[in-house]
């Protein structure tokens, strides 16, 4: 919204600098975007005096004048226009000069003259709309004179950020009520006299509304016998600082009234609406399946069948509160207006604007919402200027058709309840004094107030909205800053968020960044993952996504840690190690809320670290993301905790596993395959895993940190190498050999695994046709005594007879 300081100072009594105004307008929510100097393009435009008016010697239509604009010499100016004389003052663009319309005056010969500046019309300097000739200045015009200053054109706009509950702000009436308010200056509400004659408006016009829903009021009023011609330079002025382009004096003054009283209107050419028994006939309905409509912009379109339109007997002939319809356009030759002003539904006209691209100063008020009780004042307001510009005579009333009434809502304000809310000890008359500048009707009620709110003010619908009303002109300043009360408890975070950041700090310290993606999802992912949910399990969809690829709610993290190692590869970065927690949704049929569950999930690529050129470069496997889950799972206390072989559509066959932790499964992990890479975009391998963080939170919770005291005494460490079928895991053998190894055994770690190569001949291979070899390091210590071989060996070897029995394993020589 652009407001014009000299404008604004006819509404309020104004004594603040530009500053301190701005600075009082932000403190109570609306917020100053930008200060624009208004006119600072015509500094090189001064007043001149034509002192002489020659015939150019070799151009009938071009005139060689010397012009006087107050310095030592004249300049010699050839000039096209023909309403001027000698002695009259017009305004002069010197050499350098740039016009409104990016135009910058050179010295240049014309027709073999040399001309020194350019005498300007109303439309060169956007001052008006009159392009017929030269704008002739009154004759008391200081020569010399910067024309900015003398036109007034030196003006102050304040371009203010208006949020979306305060429509009431997208008026210079509005505005000035605000600021009236913040300062207490006085407040004055612009009028005008209304002489109305001939037939009445209800004997020529009829109105009709199909919907009330989408119409609740309109309101049309006749003015017969008009002149259409150019703006006076006050009207041109206001318009143009408004932000808009004068256009003619009917046009600039619906627009004036708009932006004046925040009520868009409409005019007519009445000798173009279809006269039905002897009126013209409005209806204001939705439009039907392929209607098309001509708006003012020469565009054909063709209308989706919740278009909201104004019509007559021949069809459409303008798209409410959007753009006019070029068949009823008001041209030079109109004599008659029919002038609508109107109220239509919020939704609609937001729905019409965007989907034919058509933003426009009405449609964007429409869509914060007019107040429908201003339809009548703004028709007549208009109607009067239009009387007073352009001539002719405003027919007796106005044809009101108003299914929709509003009336002005009731509320009470506890002024206890004000100074618990904010802090503060006002009384009741200070609170009245506060809010009656808004516009609000108050009436005493004890210690309270009963309150009406005018229908301009819809944002204020409880009694909480006032105390913010009386918190902001009030002053937040003026409020003292208090803590509030805790009655004893100190906040903090719960137990599981402390969790959930621990988590983080871990999976940093191991070296993974932290990926932050998107809560919706890809419905295609389903099938690029080959994701199959359980029979009673539904996506969540989006009532209104941002696009296909976004229309679900995420219910694994997979997609989108893929998408940011393909991401990340594309720009050449080979090493990625990522993590992210966040929540995934899924639901069923009937279920109200879907279900929400936080997960973890991490994604490897490439390698830990990049050796010297002359090392090969280990990849990262399925071991490292068991690693990362182990170093987690042993920093958080999760107790006994194992991997077991589970097959997953999109990880990779003999490299995929689910994560067990307290018997229960928390997640999975693996390698994923090469065609889901493919899918993604992604260079492999890469290592996923999944778990859950309630499940991590709840197994954390029943184990304590036991402080174990610093071992006094050695440990015998032992190797044990066993060979094995190819279908025993590494985690069956290590439980077996925790279970065989008695008190004295301390730690079991697994530090080579080794099979035959595959194109090995029967002379090279070292182990039997589907044998493994696994190599475990023990480690036996006693906490009171230093153990010698003595002890330990006999334990030892009853260790290897029971691993041997129970996994079926062999001592590999």
């Known amino acids: 919204m652009r407001v014009s300081l000299s404008w604004l100072k006819d509404l309020v009594e104004l004594s603040l600098s530009v500053e301190q105004l701005c600075d009082r307008l932000d403190m109570t929510g609306t917020k100053v975007e930008t200060v624009h100097a208004a006119g600072p393009t015509l500094d090189s435009v001064v007043v001149g005096q034509v002192l002489a008016k020659e015939q150019h010697p070799d151009a009938d239509k071009l005139s060689y004048c010397t012009v006087d604009i107050g310095d030592a010499q004249p300049l010699k100016i050839v000039c096209g226009a023909s309403n001027f004389a000698a002695g009259d003052k017009v305004p002069v663009a010197c050499v350098g000069a740039t016009l409104p319309g990016g135009l910058t005056i050179k010295r240049a010969k014309l027709r073999g003259v040399e001309s020194e500046g350019m005498m300007c019309s109303a439309t060169e300097l956007e001052v008006g709309g009159d392009a017929s000739g030269l704008l002739i200045l009154p004759a008391d015009a200081p020569v010399g004179m910067s024309f900015s200053e003398y036109y007034a054109l030196s003006d102050t706009v304040l371009e203010l950020e208006v949020t979306p509950n305060r429509p009431d702000c997208l008026s210079m009436v509005g505005v000035a009520r605000e600021v009236a308010a913040i300062t207490g200056m006085g407040f004055v509400t612009p009028s005008s006299t209304l002489a109305e004659s001939g037939v009445p408006t209800a004997d020529v016009v009829s109105v009709q509304i199909a919907d009330a829903e989408l119409c609740p009021r309109y309101t049309a009023r006749v003015i017969r016998g008009v002149k259409i011609g150019p703006s006076p330079d006050w009207l041109a ?83 409410a509160g959007v753009m006019g319809g070029e068949s009823t356009e008001v041209t030079g030759a109109t004599v008659d207006i029919l002038l609508e002003a109107a109220c239509f539904n919020t939704a609609s006209i937001s729905r019409t604007s965007r989907r034919l691209g058509l ?48 009336s002005a809502d009731r509320l009470t304000l506890r002024v206890a309840r004000v100074n618990a809310v904010l802090g503060t000890a006002l009384a009741r008359d200070d609170v009245a004094a506060l809010l009656a500048p808004l516009g609000l009707e108050l009436t005493p009620s004890g210690d309270d107030l009963e309150v009406i709110v005018p229908t301009f003010r819809p944002d204020l619908e409880r009694e909480i909205d006032l105390v913010e009303e009386v918190a902001r002109l009030h002053g937040l300043e003026n409020i003292e800053s208090t803590l509030p009360g805790g009655r004893g408890r100190i906040g903090g975070r719960t137990p599981a968020q402390r969790f959930e950041i621990r988590l983080g700090v871990l999976l940093r310290a191991a070296g993974l960044d932290e990926h932050v993606g998107y809560s919706f999802g890809d419905r295609a992912d389903l099938a690029r993952l080959g994701w199959e949910l359980a029979p009673d399990e539904t996506l969540v969809e989006l009532i209104n996504p941002m696009s296909e690829e976004q229309a679900v709610l995420r219910w694994t993290l997979a997609p989108s840690l893929l998408r940011a190692v393909a991401h990340n590869q594309r720009r050449g970065i080979a090493d990625v190690h990522l993590y992210e927690m966040g929540t995934v949704f899924i639901t069923a049929d009937g279920r109200k809320q879907p279900k929400e569950r936080l997960m973890l999930g991490g994604a490897l690529a490439g390698s830990w670290d990049r050796p010297s050129w002359s090392e090969p470069i280990g990849a990262l496997d399925f071991f490292d993301g068991k690693g990362v889950l182990e170093t987690l799972l042993d920093a958080t206390h999760a107790g006994s905790w194992s991997v077991r072989g589970a097959e997953r559509p999109w990880l990779q066959p003999g490299r995929s596993a689910e994560v067990i932790v307290g018997g229960d499964v928390i997640g999975w992990l693996g390698e994923v395959s090469s065609h889901v890479l493919e899918q993604f975009g992604a260079s492999g391998p890469v290592v996923l895993f999944e778990v859950s963080v309630p499940a991590l939170v709840k197994v954390s919770s029943r184990e304590q940190v036991v402080y174990v005291e610093i ?70 210590r006693a906490q009171d005594r230093t153990l010698s071989d003595a002890d330990v060996a006999p334990q030892h070897e009853r260790l290897v007879r029971k691993v041997c029995a129970a996994v079926g394993a062999e001592v590999r020589s």
């Open 711 to 780: 071992p006094r005494h050695p440990a015998v460490s032992l190797d044990l190498a066993l060979v094995v079928d190819e279908e025993v895991t590494a985690a069956s053998v290590t439980e077996s050999i925790r279970s065989a190894g008695g008190s004295l055994l301390e730690t079991v770690r697994l530090f080579d695994v080794w099979r035959d190569p595959a194109d090995a001949s029967s002379d090279a291979r070292r182990l039997p046709e589907g044998k493994k070899s696994l190599a475990f390091s023990l480690s036996y």
């Open 359 to 406: 933003m426009s100063e009405a449609s964007i008020r429409f869509e914060r919402g007019v107040d429908p009780n201003l339809a009548a004042q703004a028709a007549d307001r208009a109607a009067a200027l239009i009387a007073e510009v352009a001539g002719g005579e405003v027919a007796p009333g106005l044809v009101d058709v108003y299914p929709g009434r509003r």
């Open 237 to 319: 002025g206001r318009v143009a600082a408004a932000g808009a382009r004068p256009v003619n004096n009917v046009v600039d003054v619906t627009n004036y009234v708009m932006y004046e009283l925040g009520q868009p209107l409409h005019a007519f050419d009445m000798a173009k609406i279809a006269v039905r028994d002897g009126k013209s006939a409005i209806t204001v309905r939705a439009a039907t399946e392929g209607e098309t409509l001509v708006t003012l912009d020469g565009q054909n379109r063709t209308l989706a069948t919740d278009t909201l339109l104004i019509t007559d007997d021949s069809g459409a002939i303008a798209l």
